[in-house]
């Protein structure tokens, strides 16, 4: 069995709206069954709220639970506050209807990652988890939580391999990561019945010529916007390079600053010559 790669939009939502895909994959990853009223793409809120142009990749309602679960596959842009809007804008979004600040609905957000995270603009950390969670609940003072919220958003990469992981985990994170790396001749838990129906989906049997041609088209699109995302970090991060270069930084913490190789930054250290008009 040969699989499509899960980083490409069209084949990753074509295993994930599955609603056998979707329910089994909601039932690892949060631990609760669901019953979607059906699932959507490319869902946006009008009128919008803020000034951001919001589109969940996936998106669906269990109304009888009061349960939204949205999924956001990403290979480029790991801005953690990008996501955590994403996810408040599901919670908020609810107030419209409502005629007190009561938040009926319990909102999850999933966070498929396909590629490394980069570092932390805010704290210069490098992160290696597989797996992150985070809730609105508080804590008092003695560090206990209190659970009067259920909201979680949760961020799952596959490249950072945790020997702990467990299989409800493990069987999706794999699913992504072999589909990418070892598309051919992927090592996957088809135990799992999620994991045995979506690989299924995305097999190259069951892929049609129509998103055959939509996949080539949005893999052309993602690597234009990787290039002119790289181009515009580098030209950021020249001049940074240069400002630390005229306020007497060493080569080490430029390089650390920016990414720069040490050959890059003594290119930039020497004055710069013009021809003679």
């Not at 949060?30 to 996936?58: C, H, M, R, S």
Request: glycine residues 2%; without cysteine; negative net charge.
């Amino acid at each position: 069995m040969t699989l499509g790669r899960l980083d490409n939009e069209v084949f990753f939502k074509k295993a994930f709206t599955d609603e056998i895909v979707f329910k089994a994959f909601v039932r690892d990853i949060i631990g609760i069954e669901v019953n979607p009223d059906k699932i959507e793409t490319e869902k946006a809120f009008q009128p919008k709220l803020g000034n951001i142009n919001f589109k969940y990749d996936i998106f669906a309602e269990d109304s009888q639970k009061r349960i939204v679960v949205e999924i956001q596959k990403v290979e480029y842009d790991h801005n953690f506050d990008r996501f955590l809007h994403y996810h408040l804008q599901a919670i908020t979004e609810q107030q419209r209807s409502s005629e007190d600040y009561t938040v009926e609905k319990t909102v999850y957000t999933i966070v498929l990652m396909t590629a490394p995270y980069k570092i932390n603009a805010k704290t210069r950390e490098f992160y290696h988890d597989e797996v992150l969670i985070s809730n609105l609940n508080p804590k008092n003072l003695k560090g206990i939580e209190r659970k009067i919220f259920n909201h979680e958003l949760i961020y799952l990469n596959p490249n950072y391999k945790g020997q702990d992981t467990p299989t409800n985990y493990r069987d999706w994170l794999d699913l992504i990561y072999e589909s990418i790396h070892h598309p051919e001749n992927p090592n996957l838990n088809t135990e799992n019945e999620g994991i045995r129906r979506a690989s299924e989906i995305v097999s190259y049997e069951n892929i049609t010529p129509e998103e055959w041609e939509e996949a080539k088209i949005e893999a052309s699109k993602r690597q234009v916007i990787k290039l002119e995302r790289e181009a515009g970090n580098e030209e950021k991060a020249v001049e940074i390079a240069m400002k630390a270069i005229a306020k007497n930084f060493d080569n080490e913490t430029i390089a650390d600053l920016t990414g720069l190789s040490p050959e890059q930054i003594e290119e930039l250290r020497k004055p710069k010559t013009f021809p003679p008009k």
